[in-house]
């Protein structure tokens, strides 16, 4: 069959734009003119294409050379497998830019509501047909998605030892504060201590998270039992909405505080809780371009922060 003969590896991407070439200039003289090559390759190959189809795609002349009703069938293929070959280069190309594609990004508290906001904002601003799609949840959550390859990198507080297979870049330092509302009873102690909070309702994060387990280490080691009245949560929304609506207490990364005028940093230290704000990604497989592009706003983000 004559399609078996056009896929067996003879027919070249050569061959096509040499075809349409001799159309659009109605000489073979004109045609090797434009392709920067002698008359004598075009004829040659002009024959291969005819001889692998079987047929005369072109009419010779005394005033050059017409398409046959063969070659106006193959020629009109041809413009199209070529102009598609052109589309998938220039989108390649753009890929290769960052300027379309997909980037997955998951977050937890940290990162969420300063460093991340203002690395897409620029990313965007530089890239804006690139997707972007934020994921919120816990970070084992976060670590079994990066794992899975359902997500491409992960932005929040670095923990002491990340999950094999993972690799976690340092951004920059975010100490993990007090926070109430603005106004609260706590408000008016000079750096209370833990010991002088506890009989406030609290708002805890789930047992999933490292900051839980440091918070509870912090208790501890101030020999102090842990509040009676808690909430655990990790959704920042509700955990800001029961935050300025009652008197409870949250640990939270100190921007989060910084950047809403009803919400209040207490001076209490928490020194043993990890200050550190990164990116964890898959230490054995590489960046596609658009995940390249968002690392690097990130860390240019995480720079203007420390200033």
């Known amino acids: 069959m004559l399609s078996d003969k056009l896929l067996d590896g003879r027919l070249k991407i050569r061959h096509l734009t040499l075809v349409t070439t001799i159309a659009d200039h109605g000489t073979l003289i004109s045609a090797s003119q434009a392709l920067h090559i002698t008359q004598p390759v075009v004829t040659r190959g002009l024959r291969e294409v005819e001889e692998i189809l079987g047929v005369s795609l072109f009419h010779r002349g005394p005033r050059g050379v017409t398409p046959t009703i063969y070659g106006s069938s193959f020629i009109a293929h041809a413009r199209t497998i070529l102009a598609q070959l052109r589309q998938a280069g220039g989108q390649i190309d753009l890929l290769t830019r960052a300027d379309v594609g997909k980037v997955r990004v998951g977050t937890h508290l ?10 897409i904002t620029s990313l965007k601003a530089e890239h804006p047909r690139l997707a972007v799609e934020v994921q919120e949840a816990t970070p084992d959550r976060l670590y079994e998605a990066l794992l899975a390859g359902e997500t491409d990198m992960v932005v929040g507080r670095l923990g002491a030892a990340p999950p094999a297979r993972l690799h976690q870049e340092r951004l920059y330092v975010e100490p993990v504060l007090l926070v109430t509302r603005v106004g609260h009873p706590a408000q008016s102690f000079s750096n209370p201590s833990l010991s002088h909070l506890t009989e406030f309702p609290w708002i805890f994060p789930v047992e999933q998270t490292a900051l839980r387990a440091e918070l509870e280490e912090a208790f501890l ?9 808690t909430v655990e949560c990790t959704s920042m929304p509700l955990v800001r909405e029961l935050l300025v609506s009652t008197d409870r207490i949250a640990a939270l990364p100190s921007l989060i505080a910084k950047s809403d005028d009803r919400l209040a940093l207490l001076g209490t230290s928490l020194r043993s809780i990890s200050r550190s704000v990164g990116v964890t990604v898959l230490a054995d ?23």
């Open 110 to 119: 940290a990162g969420s509501n300063v460093l991340l906001p203002h690395a």
């Open 285 to 307: 497989v590489p960046f596609v371009p658009a995940a390249s592009a968002l690392l690097n706003h990130l860390r240019h983000a995480a720079a203007d922060l420390e200033h």
């Open 221 to 229: 080691h101030e020999n102090v039992a842990l509040p009676q009245d």
